[in-house]
């Protein structure tokens, strides 16, 4: 397994996977980490995601402090905290600066509907290429799947709040996976 030479190194990949995204880097993440870069195996990712979720703030930048603090303890978390934050949020800040005058061009509205729809897009890449680390889960893929298509259709399909389908499906699928584990 590959690690990071240095938080340099660190910071460096935290924003290049930074820049890569727009509205979130989830997609992204576990292609550069795992495939890429190789500093996490699948099952990892999968486990240290898990772990990410249910830490308050972005899932993606409590990953990378996870990760920062695996290689180089404080350091390594401030330095792949910085990657993520640093670059993209001078980008936002010089793109709100300019909004106002380019916002309510059609082109512009246009643009940003369609990065929603790659975005939708890459989630749904990523959620497919992360099925085989299923295999190792309490739950199981049949399991897994299940509660994910009915997360789906609870939110997408009958509008639940997110809170409310978090709390209800989370919960049962917590409680199952506890069930299941070896005594």
Known sequence: MNRPSSPAHLFIAFT????????????????????????????????????????????????????????????????????????????VLGLAACFQQLGAHPVALDALRGMGAVAAGLIVATGIKMLPALTTSPLGRPLAITLAALAFMLIALLRWPLVTVLALLGGAGMALAWWRLPR
């Open 16 to 91: 290049r996977l930074a820049l890569q995204g727009f509205g979130g880097v989830l997609a992204v993440t576990q292609r550069e980490l795992v495939e890429r870069l190789g500093w996490l195996s699948t099952e990892e990712f999968v486990e240290t995601l898990a772990i990410a979720q249910v830490l308050p703030g972005p899932n993606v930048v409590n990953l990378s402090m996870m990760v920062g603090d695996r290689f180089f303890g404080l350091r390594g978390a401030v330095a792949a905290l910085a990657g993520m934050l640093t670059v993209p949020g001078l980008l």
